[in-house]
């Protein structure tokens, strides 16, 4: 099973960049499918992003696609989330997970997961 931390979070005005990582370890990093999720205060964990194995493959929800963007980097076991002209309601802990099969928005279908790492945008 991979384990996976998360880093990168923090406060940012609206408007503002930041880039998250999850950095994996104890598997095979280019086995896993990866995806970003978030939980705002009060609401459900919701999916932001998915990449594929080879990196090729990429879905977006909605509400980021066009600002954000999800990358991996297989020799370093790590994959990113750009984050851009971030908005108040971007506002949440963010989690990377993993899962070992093909690239999907559902947070049932990955069996690893980070720990979190909050994302506050400031209006």
């Known amino acids: 099973q991979v384990q996976l931390v998360e880093s990168g979070g923090g406060l940012v005005q609206a408007g503002g960049s930041l880039r998250l990582s999850c950095a994996a370890s104890?598997?095979?990093?280019?086995?896993?499918?990866m995806g970003w999720f978030r939980q705002a205060p009060g609401k459900e964990r919701e999916f932001v992003a998915t990449?594929?194995?080879?990196?090729?493959?990429?879905y977006y929800s909605d509400s980021v696609k066009g600002r954000f963007t999800i990358s991996r980097d297989n020799a370093k076991n790590t994959v990113y989330l750009q984050m851009s002209s971030l908005k108040p309601e971007d506002t949440a802990v963010y989690y990377c997970?993993?899962?070992?099969?093909?690239?999907?928005?559902?947070?049932?279908?990955?069996?690893?997961w980070g720990q979190g790492t909050q994302v506050t945008v400031s209006s």
């Open positions: 997970a993993g899962r070992r099969g093909a690239t999907t928005r559902l947070q049932s279908d990955y069996n690893a």
């Open positions: 104890g598997s095979t990093f280019t086995y896993y499918t």
């Open positions: 990449i594929s194995v080879s990196g090729v493959t990429t």
